[in-house]
């Protein structure tokens, strides 16, 4: 918090943000409901316009409940001191959140809690429309707003674009690609989204310098793959997670087990769109490796493979077919980005940690020190990689079972490159 600046200044400069952002860019003043579900039909979600909220923020003081700002500064922001329940206006996936009259699904919701020293700003959109491009437009947007600016007419209409045409379908003779892997088996009792097992999320930090020397390692010729042209510092963080979340668990499985490694790509540039549309054009490009490949091959052959298989993937078509592959199914309740995930095996990673500008001036509010997202239900073999900080550092958000962590925990090369902050 500023110095000489009372909470209520915030709290007003906070309301007209979001307020502007609705008023300018419409459906991020709407609500989220679920029509046309039927039998054999799953339905889908619009957003339809609504009246704009009475309290456009929700605000809580947790000055007595969580730890002072400056304690969460010394120690760098684990989780560990960071209550989701107190800070955040509704659930995060894993959870479901369903529109009702009692408490409506509005696609952007923003809660700022005051603590001593500090305030913690939660920033919530449905992800049924918006991706990380769209959630953290939403914080560009209030962050202008408090700094007094007015949104520039390209960025409005950026933003504002019609959705309901921007990926192409494929015509009747394209041949669709096999998505199969994106089908779920349905949710019951015994097989639930997230599976119940002793898990926790942790912070963990790859400094600018440490990134660079994994980039290294993931470029050397011993086996490297000759065809892969360009090796980015996302790919060899990945291919070194990967490798690593697997080694620990190797002596579980038969080495010929396949791991699948599902990231999480942004589709703006294929499709044609501007950076600045926010709407929902994440597609997710799958990789397999047996145990035995990701333990015993160098850095080198995980990380060129995982940017060959990106590479053969990243191209118009490949959205063009997956966004064929959910209009033809009217059932869209079992395709998920993550399909068959097998949490045991298996790792899901969603990396923004090249998207620009995550850090800006909220007006007299300041910039802030660290993004974080703290799920309250663990979701194992998570991975999530944000956005650089101004130093060039990344911080990771992963979850692992305890039997995983206290493994990785003794791996000397991983203690090597990477901090472990909690």
Not at 59 to 81: H, T, V
Not at 142 to 167: H, I, K, S, W, Y
């Given at each position: 918090?500023?110095?000489?600046?009372?909470?209520?200044?915030?709290?007003?400069?906070?309301?007209?943000?979001?307020?502007?952002?609705?008023?300018?860019?419409?459906?991020?003043?709407?609500?989220?409901?679920?029509?046309?579900?039927?039998?054999?039909?799953?339905?889908?979600?619009?957003?339809?316009?609504?009246?704009?909220?009475?309290?456009?923020?929700?605000?809580?003081?947790?000055?007595?409940?969580?730890?002072?700002?400056?304690s969460i500064r010394e120690q760098k922001g684990p989780l560990s001191l960071i209550d989701t329940n107190l800070l955040t206006p509704v659930p995060?996936?894993?959870?479901?959140?369903?529109?009702?009259?009692?408490?409506?699904?509005?696609?952007?919701?923003?809660?700022?809690?005051?603590?001593?020293?500090?305030?913690?700003?939660?920033?919530?959109?449905?992800?049924?429309?918006?991706?990380?491009?769209?959630?953290?437009?939403?914080?560009?947007?209030?962050?202008?707003?408090?700094?007094?600016?007015?949104?520039?007419?390209?960025?409005?209409?950026?933003?504002?674009?019609?959705?309901?045409?921007?990926?192409?379908?494929?015509?009747?003779?394209?041949?669709?690609?096999?998505?199969?892997?994106?089908?779920?088996?349905?949710?019951?009792?015994?097989?639930?989204?997230?599976?119940?097992?002793?898990?926790?999320?942790?912070?963990?930090?790859?400094?600018?310098?440490?990134?660079?020397?994994?980039?290294?390692?993931?470029?050397?010729?011993?086996?490297?793959?000759?065809?892969?042209?360009?090796?980015?510092?996302?790919?060899?963080?990945?291919?070194?997670?990967?490798?690593?979340?697997?080694?620990?668990?190797?002596?579980?499985?038969?080495?010929?087990?396949?791991?699948?490694?599902?990231?999480?790509?942004?589709?703006?540039?294929?499709?044609?769109?501007?950076?600045?549309?926010?709407?929902?054009?994440?597609?997710?490009?799958?990789?397999?490796?047996?145990?035995?490949?990701?333990?015993?091959?160098?850095?080198?052959?995980?990380?060129?493979?995982?940017?060959?298989?990106?590479?053969?993937?990243?191209?118009?078509?490949?959205?063009?077919?997956?966004?064929?592959?959910?209009?033809?199914?009217?059932?869209?309740?079992?395709?998920?980005?993550?399909g068959k995930f097998q949490p045991a095996v298996d790792i899901g990673c969603s990396s923004i940690c090249g998207l620009p500008g995550v850090f800006?001036?909220?007006?007299?509010?300041?910039?802030?020190?660290?993004?974080?997202?703290?799920?309250?239900?663990?979701?194992?073999?998570?991975?999530?990689?944000?956005p650089e900080t101004p130093e060039g550092d990344c911080d990771a958000v992963a979850c692992l079972t305890d039997v995983d962590f206290e493994a990785?925990?003794?791996?000397?090369?991983?203690?090597?490159?990477?901090?472990?902050?909690?």
């Amino acid at each position: 918090m500023p110095e000489g600046v009372p909470r209520e200044d915030i709290i007003c400069d906070l309301e007209a943000a979001v307020t502007k952002v609705r008023q300018e860019v419409p459906w991020m003043g709407a609500r989220v409901v679920y029509i046309g579900k039927k039998e054999g039909n799953s339905g889908i979600y619009r957003p339809i316009a609504c009246a704009l909220q009475e309290k456009s923020i929700d605000f809580q003081d947790a000055s007595n409940a969580m730890p002072a700002y400056y304690s969460i500064r010394e120690q760098k922001g684990p989780l560990s001191l960071i209550d989701t329940n107190l800070l955040t206006p509704v659930p995060g996936f894993p959870q479901k959140f369903e529109d009702s009259d009692e408490s409506p699904a509005h696609v952007v919701r923003l809660q700022a809690t005051f603590i001593q020293g500090g305030v913690v700003l939660d920033f919530a959109i449905e992800h049924n429309m918006a991706d990380a491009g769209g959630h953290f437009g939403f914080v560009k947007l209030v962050a202008m707003a408090m700094r007094g600016e007015d949104f520039p007419p390209a960025l409005l209409e950026q933003a504002n674009t019609d959705r309901r045409n921007v990926v192409p379908l494929l015509e009747a003779h394209e041949p669709m690609l096999d998505h199969s892997h994106h089908i779920r088996p349905p949710l019951t009792s015994s097989a639930p989204l997230a599976p119940s097992v002793p898990a926790r999320y942790h912070v963990f930090r790859f400094k600018a310098s440490k990134m660079e020397q994994l980039k290294q390692l993931a470029r050397r010729p011993e086996g490297f793959d000759k065809n892969v042209p360009f090796i980015s510092t996302d790919d060899a963080v990945c291919a070194f997670c990967w490798k690593h979340f697997i080694a620990v668990r190797k002596n579980r499985f038969p080495p010929d087990t396949k791991s699948r490694f599902g990231r999480q790509i942004d589709g703006r540039k294929l499709v044609g769109l501007p950076p600045n549309y926010m709407g929902e054009v994440a597609h997710t490009v799958s990789t397999w490796l047996t145990f035995q490949e990701l333990t015993s091959a160098p850095l080198s052959t995980v990380a060129s493979h995982l940017r060959k298989r990106l590479n053969e993937t990243n191209n118009l078509y490949h959205p063009r077919s997956f966004a064929t592959f959910i209009a033809r199914e009217p059932d869209k309740s079992t395709i998920t980005y993550a399909g068959k995930f097998q949490p045991a095996v298996d790792i899901g990673c969603s990396s923004i940690c090249g998207l620009p500008g995550v850090f800006p001036s909220f007006g007299r509010l300041g910039t802030p020190e660290f993004v974080r997202r703290p799920p309250s239900i663990p979701f194992p073999s998570t991975l999530v990689l944000f956005p650089e900080t101004p130093e060039g550092d990344c911080d990771a958000v992963a979850c692992l079972t305890d039997v995983d962590f206290e493994a990785l925990s003794a791996d000397a090369e991983w203690n090597r490159y990477v901090e472990h902050i909690g």
